[in-house]
């Protein structure tokens, strides 16, 4: 039998991959929370990626960290970062795009529409995507094949995220095509929550992406109800790939711009019309939400 000895080698601060800065168990490191307020006062608002590269942390850490601090009303969550309770709200380049406003109120719209429990389908898209900002904190089971609502969702423990395969689509950062249309053959949930390119009264719902139409229709046919989310710049306009009919359709919801003409039109093809406004505070859900006359 050979025996070896162990001899204690002195650790070498450079040669070790954890050091004071990166060891949780040195007592002087503050905690992720209070090293993150000390940031957000000493430099304002900041995204979550600032955050994190500031902090030498990853996202997820910062995410964390924020639904914590939010919670307790230390900081206020905003669209890709945060700020600290009474100071004015990071606005992430996203946000500054046209139309954007309107995007927030039509996913805080929809979000209203969705009861506890409930197994919802997220397409891709950027009005979807507010959408899934909003479902934070809440318990549901959500199918998906759009990248960002994955990532939106990912640090959420009461959600379920179920993700659709495929390949990956870059300009609308969705999975796509055989793989993701066979998983949706197997699923099935209470609500498809649908954005779309153009709405046309001769046409019906369009996507811009003819690389999207077949997985968008699986989206759709693996619910009960489909709700189609879309600002009013969306309405009679005309985009190449052709998704489904009014028939398909339960309910838009879009914003205060629409023409009262179109709503006319569209209520005529059976569809129920939700107009979403900064003050906006329906809490029920799709069987029972009423409709702005």
Not at 20 to 32: F, G, I, K, R
Not at 257 to 280: N, W
Request: hydrophobic fraction near 45%; charge should be positive.
């Amino acid at each position: 039998m050979r025996v070896y000895a162990r001899h204690s080698v002195p650790a070498n601060p450079i040669d070790s991959p954890i050091t004071t800065a990166h060891n949780p168990l040195v007592p002087s490191q503050l905690p992720v929370d209070d090293r993150l307020l000390d940031l957000l006062r000493a430099r304002g608002a900041r995204s979550v990626t600032e955050l994190a590269g500031s902090l030498d942390v990853g996202e997820a850490t910062v995410r964390r960290s924020l639904r914590r601090l939010s919670r307790t009303g230390r900081v206020i969550r905003t669209y890709g970062g945060a700020v600290l309770a009474g100071e004015r709200p990071f606005v992430s380049a996203a946000g500054m795009q046209p139309g954007a406003q309107a995007k927030r109120d039509i996913g805080r719209a929809a979000a209203s529409l969705v009861p506890d429990g409930a197994t919802v389908v997220l397409s891709s898209g950027s009005t979807v995507l507010e959408l899934a900002h909003r479902l934070r904190g809440r318990r549901l089971t959500v199918i998906t094949n759009a990248i960002d609502v994955v990532t939106a969702l990912a640090d959420e423990p009461a959600i379920e995220v179920v993700v659709l395969g495929g390949i990956l689509l870059p300009r609308r950062r969705s999975l796509v095509g055989h793989l993701a249309d066979l998983a949706a053959r197997d699923l099935r949930a209470d609500y498809a929550f649908m954005g779309v390119s153009a709405i046309d009264l001769a046409h019906g719902f369009m996507t811009e992406d003819v690389g999207e139409i077949q997985t968008d229709r699986a989206l759709r046919g693996m619910a009960r109800e489909c709700i189609v989310l879309a600002d009013a710049t969306k309405l009679d306009r005309v985009a190449p790939g052709f998704m489904f009919g009014f028939d398909q359709v339960g309910t838009l919801v879009t914003d205060e711009r629409l023409r009262p003409a179109m709503r006319a039109a569209l209520e005529e093809r059976g569809l129920r019309v939700m107009i979403a406004s900064p003050a906006e505070t329906g809490t029920g859900p799709v069987g029972s939400q009423r409709t702005e006359s």
